[in-house]
Each structure stands twice: as C-alpha cells, then as structure tokens.
C-alpha cells in the first residue's frame, strides 16, 4: 500500500475518496530501559532502547491503518499525519498516532486531473515521489 504525506500521488488520479483511516499504538516503557536511557541521556548520545521503542511504536501505527485503508478498498492513503505523545503518570507511555485519508487510485497525470477542459496531454513518468513510503515491503512476508 502507498502512503504518502502529499495530497496526491505522482502519475496516478484519485477516484474516490474512501475516508479517514487512522492507526494509534500506545507503549509502556520499562524501568530498565528508562535507566539506561537516563545513563544514556547523562553522559550523551543517543539512547538505542527509546529509538527501537520508537520504531516499533510507530510500525504497529502504520500497520493498524494501512489494515483499516485494506478493509475500505483503498489502493493508497494520502496525507498521512505522524504525531508522537507521551501519556500516563509522569509521561510513561509513549503514543504514537498517524492518520490520512483513503483513497482508490487510478492511472492518470496530473495535468488531465487537475484541468478536464485542457486537451494537451503531457506524459508524466508513473515512478513514485521520494515521498511515498511503499509498506508492503515492511509487513509483507
């Protein structure tokens, strides 16, 4: 599934709008990672246990919405939304919650989209923007 943080997607039309999807993990984290986080944090660096935290946290968040964007039909979700949170006594859960629209896609350029009336047609190339993250590569096995 494409997931992108722009509004559109590079060589394709929107067909339809299939809704909101959204994705939201909530994690715990231990004593002991928090005490050798602080030892971390203490003498420099960075602390290895929040980063794998943190990209755990937010893999779960993708996954939980790119499978809500799969039940809806969608084809791709667009302007997808990351944002991080702590919760909980004393900031001891971390959310991570990530959100975007559904959509069904079809094979089209942009110029035809955005102008029905135009009659040139220019070619544009169908390879998606750096922008696009491609998850099916993450969970798929």
Do not use: C, H
Not at 8 to 31: D, K, P, W
Not at 100 to 122: C, F, I, Q
């Amino acid at each position: 599934m494409l997931m992108s943080t722009t509004n559109s997607i590079e060589g394709m039309q929107i067909e339809r709008y299939l809704g909101i999807v959204t994705g939201e993990t909530i994690l715990g984290a231990n004593f002991i990672k928090d005490f050798f986080a602080g030892l971390t944090d203490f003498f420099g660096g960075r602390s290895g246990a929040y980063e794998k935290e943190l990209r755990k946290a937010r893999d779960a968040a993708f996954k939980e919405m790119e499978v809500w964007a799969r039940e809806l039909g969608a084809d791709a979700i667009i302007g997808v939304d990351v944002d991080y949170s702590t919760v909980g006594a004393r900031g001891s859960m971390l959310m991570v919650n990530v959100s975007g629209t559904a959509v069904k896609l079809r094979r089209g350029n942009m110029e035809t989209m955005s102008s029905s009336s135009s009659s040139s047609s220019s070619s544009s190339s169908a390879s998606p923007s750096p922008r696009v993250r491609k998850t099916a590569s993450i969970w798929d096995e």
